[in-house]
């Protein structure tokens, strides 16, 4: 159409053509004005704890500078005394192994049970998969005072293996829900064909399901993470000793003391505590996008 | 390879009936095909077969032994979808593999029967590509493989080549057909497509509402059909349909169509038709014999004179359109003898072809 329009240049069509570029041009400038807007809106945070990390305790002190720029100097000072003089780096390990666990555990029980929910029809399934979802809607701060209870009579107060059993309340349901409907979009007769193929229910999920649905498990994965990585009222509830205590309550417990805060080292440590979720969320985010099912079928 | 049989197959949801008491014999090596409108049960017969839906009452048997309760794997069947069901994560070979996997066959074996299937379909050069990178016809060709590497005792095609464009389906047709001279296995394909059914069945089961109303080769179905259903289902463009009366002429009979239309009925045909003479029936001929005369002027009773209201030239052929008694009718003629719409045009009935109906009943007299 377009080189239609170079060879005859006729009275008609020019005017669509600029005004439709007009407009075009007015879209690209407005969505381009508010993504700025929000993109600094967002960064200022990030900015502002990266300035606080790199300033010595003196500087921040001295009140008479503007606190958005640093003056005195680029220091590593924060860095190096909250790796070497306190427990951060015992945070660090707890929440890592929390973490990991969590995510473990919640992806076995949520492919299991989305798979069951999702592809295998039985009586209440669907009542059940709705039951599921529910169960998220119930907020950590209503659920804690009981779930105090259970780890108490369990013997796991104070102890992060509370947490590794705590926190898959939060994240299976809303894992599960995310997968039932990744399991649901994948046609039927990829099940049915795996099924005359010679497959069993489990060999259909882990060679068939849990490949084609590997952006949404990934999704899952990352939800599950993000969860547990900055999971608060929790750990704020049930661990108070530091050699148990996970990133998100420690750093702050442990860097203000009455009404003293250790801005720098507080600073420093969100840094380092934000530093895994930015770096996975940068590599697993290409596979969100990646369009596996693409393909299956007629598309 | 082996024989399939149906022995009063029910299959029902909740109340709905959507096959009823159906029976089928399917010797070894023959392709059928089950044919009819959507929602006419074939291809809850075919998923029936293949172990996809439980049966309700009757029995399955292939190749002499009942599968009612086996699963899917246990009956080596293959089966091919309407939108090929192709593992996106894999490529072709593995697709076509992953069946011959599962059953623990040796990798050197594997190999040589995918090769083998490959070479078949002409396929060779897409065994390392990802279903996302092939096109229709090719996806549609690695599902076929993923079914003969098996070498099933039955193959089940589920409407293959609804997803394919016209051409394509042409094309494709010819390779299923060339593909079933070659592995020879017995064969049970579903398709609404009645040109699909005639070209590739040796014999095709004609369904309707859960119901079979015919059993035949597609020469016995396109000349004997058994119903008016068949009648009108198979042929294409359909056969035409008109009430008439019939009655006595002379020591013959003629089929009266309209105040001015009666067709003589051939003599070898008199005595099947004597007990309905005086009453109501259905005329059923076809476009294709109704032509222009083509008799050279020697008067038999069976021209008339109609009024064209759709003329559509076809190339080789030109159908046109025209009433009688307000029935619509379809004829096939010469595109030489056509005239344009509006056109008075004089057309012949090969009353050899013709077929009674009984409107009660709508069986073939």
Known sequence: ?299 | MAEVALRQVVKKYGDVEAVRAIDLDIPNNEFVVLVGPSGCGKSTTLRMIAGLEEITSGDISIGGQVVNDLPPKDRDIAMVFQNYALYPHMTAFDNMAFGLKLRKFSKAEIKQRVEHAARILDITELLDRRPKALSGGQRQRVAMGRAIVRNPKVFLFDEPLSNLDAKLRVQMRTEIKRVHQKVKTTTVYVTHDQVEAMTLADRVVVMSQGRIEQIGTPHELYHHPRTRFVAGFIGSPAMNFIPCRLEQAGSGLRARVSDTIALPVPSSREARYRSVVGKEVVLGLRPEHITEPRHNGRADGCDFDVTLDVVEPMGMETMVFFTINGTEFCSRVEPSSAGDAGAKMRLHANVDHMHLIDPASGAVI
């Open chain 1, 1 to 299: 159409m377009s080189t239609a329009t170079l060879v005859l240049p006729t009275g008609k069509t020019a005017p669509t053509r600029s005004s439709l570029r007009r407009s075009r041009r007015w879209a690209l400038f407005a969505s381009y004005f508010f993504l700025i807007l929000f993109a600094i809106f967002f960064l200022m945070p990030p900015y502002y704890m990266v300035v606080t990390a790199l300033k010595s305790d003196a500087e921040m002190a001295r009140l008479a500078t503007n606190p958005w720029f640093i003056f005195d100097g680029v220091t590593l000072d924060q860095f190096r005394i909250l790796l070497t003089q306190t427990d951060f780096l015992i945070f660090f390990k707890n929440t890592v192994i929390v973490t990991v666990c969590v995510v473990a555990i919640t992806m076995v029980i949520s492919v299991l049970a989305a798979f069951a929910l999702g592809r295998m029809r039985f009586w209440g399934s669907s009542i059940l998969a709705t039951g599921i979802f529910l169960t998220y809607l119930v907020p950590d701060t209503l659920l804690f005072i009981p779930m105090f209870q259970i780890v108490k009579s369990i013997g796991l107060l104070n102890s992060y293996w509370g947490m590794v059993l705590v926190y898959p309340t939060l994240t299976v349901p809303f894992c599960t829900w995310i997968m039932i409907g990744y399991f649901q979009s994948i046609p039927k007769e990829l099940d049915e064909a795996a099924l005359i193929d010679g497959a069993g229910h489990m060999q259909m999920l882990l060679k068939i399901f849990i490949p084609v649905a590997l952006p949404g498990i990934i999704a899952a994965m990352i939800f599950a993470f993000t969860v547990s990585w900055a999971a608060f009222v929790y750990p704020m509830a049930f661990l108070y000793s530091s050699d148990q205590q996970v990133l998100t309550v420690g750093t702050v417990t442990s860097l203000i003391r009455g009404d003293v805060y250790k801005w720098g080292m507080l600073m420093a440590g969100a840094l380092l505590a934000a530093a895994p979720p930015l770096v996975i969320y940068a590599f697993l985010m290409d596979y969100y996008i990646a369009g596996l099912t693409a393909g299956a079928t007629k598309g």
